[in-house]
């Protein structure tokens, strides 16, 4: 499979992540407006405070994940994609069929 099919895959993936969560995160919003607007007294808005976090932790690594695709895609254009920023070696088939987005090599990364 070619690095742009993978990185193709990635980038819907991360896209249909970022609906989906933010999705989520306005129910959850909606939801708080419901209910008690004193998270800190009321017992079910801790709860709700906790599920807003999370998922707004989960969509900001949703966003980090598709800006590191756009990046490996800009690499494919530029013929640049598979070699290592760091060192400039070729990065392993294995990191990249593992990890499309990586980088570095596998000796950088450590």
């Known amino acids: ?14 896209l249909a992540q970022i609906e989906a969560l933010t999705r989520e995160f306005d129910a959850i919003v909606a939801a708080s407006q419901a209910s008690n607007a004193d998270d800190e007294h009321d017992p079910e808005g801790a709860t709700i405070a906790f599920e807003r976090q ?4 989960l969509l900001e690594q949703a966003r980090r994940r598709l800006a590191d ?3 490996a895609v800009i690499a494919v254009e ?13 990065i392993a088939s294995e990191r990249l069929a593992a990890r499309p987005t990586a980088r570095t090599c596998i000796d950088c990364a450590r």
């Open 78 to 90: 530029n013929g640049t994609y598979g070699r290592c920023e760091t060192c400039g070696r070729p």
């Open 54 to 57: 999370q998922v707004a932790a």
């Open 1 to 14: 499979m070619l690095p742009s099919d993978d990185l193709s895959r990635a980038r819907t993936e991360a």
């Open 69 to 71: 695709v756009d990046v």
